[in-house]
């Protein structure tokens, strides 16, 4: 009740506004807007049309641009700047925090991010000109120089003193870095802890020499991911191969840069191009070109069974009864493969396994083949003499039919657990996106082979008989 509640108020808050914009009640909509918090004000935002967006967005003050700016969509982020002045297009470049800009520039033509690079102060500047040379999608590019830093020798009251002056400009205060005087990081401290203890103590007595976790500025944005799932932390610091400490990672970064990964992956698994763009807002064509680019692929793949189906024609035509349990064997192929695959690739993203564990992984398939082909080529056995006690739809070879159901059922899913669970660590190993391997993927590559073995253990059950 509390959602639906929220939802109708924001709704009514997006009438008022687009009322107010419409009769140009400036004064009014500026008291408003003020009065917001800073997430309330850019859901109302992305309720508005994009022209009365750009017309909120200006009434905002400054800090409040600068935070509600990275919940823009990239295109009206495009359109902000388009429509500001030169001069509030430079200070809203160098207030914003120093990964949000290179996130922003980094989508950005470079003729237009060397336009707006001279609008950078000659600090903002070295700072993202050093965020952009790292590898796109790395670490590098995530990372804010924006924390605080104290030295061993200091005193509590020394570190809360340059708190108070240099706090509001971290992006967090949560956790203290500890650094010697060539920078090399010692530890990582929460706030919490100086608190706790006299003023007059020293930095050093906190120190507890333990190795501190940290990212590398070129390890991938997967590895950051996977890093902050593994530790109960607000940031992490980004280290050099020295052990100098060049700046932090913040959780809010990384659970959005997740978000985008996971909605990357399941586009993918689910036989579609990442789209890149909201579904509401991408071109038609260039969702269409996105979607049947996969659709031919595995249109062209699907044309096998058809080859296969050719190959074995002979023995269909003699074997009629065969043909009905086409559908039936390929498509539970399919789909023990279709299940292995995903499970296997959200296991990869989470960091619960790696390629190092192919081998782990192939024997608990086979197993997991064995158990569920069993169990499906059980029904299939029963399936087939159920009907045949009432019918002779099967024939007098009855039971050899059945026999050959039951067999290729523990045959394709064996092969579909297999296929599916393997596929994804090849690619991997290749430096390919697992989530290629997506659930049509395998389904196709199974519907073939799975047909071959159908079709093999057919000739060697039921030549003699009804072949």
Do not use: C
């Not at 967006?53 to 200006?58: E, G, P, T, Y």
């Not at 001069?87 to 949000?100: F, G, I």
């Not at 070879?397 to 026999?403: D, E, G, K």
């Not at 190993?429 to 799975?450: E, M, N, Q």
């Amino acid at each position: 009740m509390e959602m639906k509640g929220g939802i109708m108020e924001i709704n009514e808050q997006t009438a008022e506004i687009r009322e107010l914009i419409e009769k140009g009640e400036w004064d009014i909509l500026v008291d408003i807007v003020s009065q917001r918090p800073t997430s309330e004000t850019v859901e109302i935002i992305n309720e508005l049309t994009d022209e009365d967006k750009i017309h909120l967005f200006k009434l905002l003050p400054l800090n409040r641009r600068v935070k509600a700016f990275r919940f823009l969509e990239s295109h009206i982020q495009n359109y902000v700047f388009e429509s500001l002045s030169h001069h509030d297009t430079a200070v809203l470049l160098n207030e914003m925090p120093p990964d949000d800009r290179t996130a922003f520039l980094e989508e950005l033509p470079g003729e237009v991010v060397k336009e707006l690079l001279k609008l950078l102060s000659w600090e903002e500047r070295t700072v993202t000109l050093s965020l952009l040379g790292f590898p796109e999608h790395s670490v590098g590019r995530l990372m804010t120089p924006d924390y605080i830093a104290v030295e061993p020798q200091w005193t509590i009251s020394e570190v809360l003193d340059y708190v108070r002056e240099h706090g509001r400009d971290s992006e967090t205060i949560n956790v203290i870095y500890v650094v010697d005087k060539n920078g090399v990081l010692l530890d990582s401290i929460r706030i919490i802890k100086f608190l706790l203890v006299p003023l007059t103590e020293k930095v050093s007595a906190l120190v507890d020499n333990k190795k501190v976790m940290g990212l590398s500025p070129y390890d991938d944005e997967e590895s950051a991911i996977n890093a902050f799932r593994r530790n109960n932390r607000v940031a992490l610091p980004v280290i050099d191969t020295s052990g100098v400490m060049l700046g932090i990672v913040t959780i809010d970064d990384v659970m959005r840069l997740a978000e985008d990964e996971d909605t990357e992956d399941i586009q993918k698994i689910g036989g579609v191009e990442a789209l890149e763009e909201p579904y509401m807002n991408i071109p038609f064509f260039r969702l269409m070109k996105k979607r049947a680019s996969w659709l031919v692929i595995l249109f062209i793949g699907e044309m096998l069974t058809a080859t296969a189906m050719g190959f074995f024609q002979n023995e269909i035509a003699k074997a009629v009864v065969l043909a009905l349990f086409v559908p039936l064997i390929i498509s539970s192929g399919g789909n023990s493969g279709s299940q292995a695959s995903t499970l296997i690739i959200r296991a990869m993203a989470l960091g619960e396994v790696s390629i190092r564990d192919w081998w782990r992984i192939m024997k608990r398939e086979i197993f997991s083949g064995l158990f569920l082909g069993s169990v499906l080529g059980l029904l299939g056995f029963i399936r087939v003499t159920a009907w045949s006690a009432f019918t002779n739809i099967y024939g007098d070879h009855w039971f050899l039919v059945a026999l050959t159901v039951s067999f290729s059922l523990l045959g394709v899913v064996l092969w579909g657990t297999l296929a599916g669970s393997m596929l994804p660590l090849i690619l991997k190993r290749f430096g390919i996106d697992p989530a290629v391997s997506s659930a049509p993927f395998v389904a196709t590559l199974v519907d073939v082979t799975g047909l071959i073995i159908y079709s093999t253990l057919a000739l060697s059950i039921l030549t003699g008989t009804l072949l």
